[in-house]
């Protein structure tokens, strides 16, 4: 599958440099427990998920950040994970009412907040693997990114780039 991720310029040293490129946990305790949630739920064999697009669906956002670079890679469809990307929005939303030692129910404090059947359909719809189509807004969910399945890459602009270019266009009507 033709997936499009954007990573940090560490990332593609590690790449450059012929490694394999896995996610480290991330700092956010927060992301960090949905992160546990997700792997173990998809059955993945990382510390942390990598995230990305497939290319010609629909997305919510580019992904795109402060001195990014776009990678597209042609992955192993065995290698490719797909969440509904709104039911993953969802299940980060209510991470806090999530029982801490069992991502499959609700707290019971927190029940008038999230019922349970709420979280049920929305790790149904995480766990189950569909066709691409079958989704609103498929997320690509990697374990890894192999620098062979680096098809393309591309420095990504950056938001101060970005700002000076609407700047740049404000200006040119302003005169």
Same mark, same amino acid.
């Given at each position: 599958m033709i997936v499009e991720t954007y990573q940090s310029p560490v990332v593609k040293k590690i790449l450059e440099e012929g490694k394999v490129y896995q996610a480290l946990p991330s700092v956010n305790q927060n992301l960090n427990k949905a992160y546990k949630c997700l792997i173990q739920m998809l059955g993945l064999s990382c510390e942390c998920p990598i995230f990305?697009? #497939?290319r010609g669906y629909r997305q919510c956002t580019n992904g795109a950040g402060a +001195?990014?670079?776009?990678?597209?890679?042609?992955?192993?469809?065995?290698?490719?994970? #797909?969440?509904?990307?709104?039911?993953?929005?969802?299940?980060l939303h209510n991470i806090k009412y999530i029982n801490?030692?069992?991502?499959? +129910?609700?707290?019971?404090?927190? #029940?008038d907040y999230m019922p349970q059947k709420e979280l049920d359909a @929305? @790790?149904?719809s995480l766990t189950t693997q569909r066709p691409p189509k079958k989704y609103k807004i498929p997320q690509?969910? #990697?374990?890894?990114?192999?620098? +062979?399945?680096?098809?393309?890459?591309?420095?990504?602009v950056s938001n101060t780039q970005s700002e000076s270019l609407v700047d740049k266009?404000?200006?040119?009507?302003n005169k």
């Open positions: 990305g697009v #497939l +001195s990014s670079v776009k990678f597209t890679l042609d992955v192993p469809d065995e290698q490719v994970h #797909l969440t509904e990307y709104d039911d993953w929005a969802q299940f801490p030692v069992n991502y499959r +129910s609700v707290n019971p404090i927190y #029940l @929305i @790790i149904e690509v969910v #990697l374990e890894k990114i192999d620098p +062979s399945w680096i098809v393309q890459e591309n420095e990504a266009v404000k200006n040119l009507f």
